[in-house]
């Protein structure tokens, strides 16, 4: 038998640690003759806590990888997915693998790497009109 569980002591906990940042979610995705996926975002927000992991290397043939990687934990009621990003500390942060959702709990996390801003400018270009739209 398990047993029930208030969840509105985690709910407390993460208004103790959790702050306002801006969320932009993937409302669409378009596929060119190549396969190139391209997303359409909408701006919002999203209270959160976003925990630092430290820098990480990848090391391949064709040249290291360095990022920066954070986890996030936030309430459920917010649908967040893979390939949303987060504006954190002057960074983009890309939701990078799928979202564990603790639903007992009502909490969910995930992890985010730094978007290096060269790597990723088709991935960014659709923000920056966005934001333009939301300013």
């Not at 409302?27 to 997303?39: F, K, V």
């Not at 985010?112 to 300013?135: M, T």
Request: proline share 1%; glycine share 4%; with cysteine.
């Amino acid at each position: 038998m398990n047993p029930l569980i208030d969840i509105s002591f985690f709910e407390d906990l993460m208004a103790e640690f959790e702050y306002e940042y801006d969320w932009f979610f993937v409302t669409g995705t378009t596929t060119d003759d190549l396969g190139h996926r391209t997303y359409k975002y909408s701006k919002g927000k999203i209270m959160a806590s976003i925990q630092d992991e430290g820098v990480h290397t990848d090391r391949r043939k064709d040249g290291n990888v360095t990022y920066h990687r954070y986890s996030l934990y936030c309430l459920t009621r917010y649908k967040i997915n893979r390939n949303d990003i987060i504006y954190y500390n002057n960074e983009y942060l890309l939701v990078n693998d799928d979202v564990v959702k603790y639903n007992e709990y009502g909490v969910m996390s995930c992890t985010l790497v730094s978007v290096d801003q060269s790597l990723y400018r088709d991935l960014l270009e659709p923000l920056r009109s966005e934001v333009s739209n939301y300013d």
